[in-house]
Nanobody, 119 residues
Framework: QVQLVESGGGLVQPGGSLRLSCVAS????????MSWYRQAPKKERELVAAISTAGGSSNYRDSVKGRFTISRDNTLNTVYLQVDSLKSEDTAVYYCARFSVASGTNDYWGQGTQVTVSS
């Protein structure tokens, strides 16, 4: 079955960095665009970054441009999110998601990894 497992979250001081990972299994990872979302307490889930199947194209929400980098390794079935220059407003649960062209939606989600930015 399809599984997405995130890791790498934690407590970090403002200005710090983390590398989030999402390991996929149960499907041909290289055939799917992948995304990272986040959800802060009492807020809607929002798209952070997305990457194409081969990693040649990516996009970011404006608030993270220049600070976050999405990448993928199709040999390891893993998508990464490098998060640098963290701010308190980046505190959220971060989720990876698989995008289905057939349905036009994210059809599978991971369980999330908590990122807390605090001094």
């Amino acid at each position: 079955q399809v599984q997405l497992v995130e890791s790498g979250g934690g407590l970090v001081q403002p200005g710090g960095s983390l590398r989030l990972s999402c390991v996929a299994s149960g499907f041909d990872f290289s055939f799917y665009d992948m995304s990272w979302y986040r959800q802060a307490p009492k807020k809607e889930r929002e798209l952070v970054a997305a990457i194409s199947t081969a990693g040649g194209s990516s996009n970011y929400r404006d608030s993270v441009k220049g600070r976050f980098t999405i990448s993928r390794d199709n040999t390891l079935n893993t998508v990464y999110l490098q998060v640098d220059s963290l701010k308190s407003e980046d505190t959220a649960v971060y989720y990876c998601a698989r995008f289905s062209v057939a349905s036009g939606t994210n059809d599978y989600w991971g369980q999330g990894t908590q990122v807390t930015v605090s001094s």
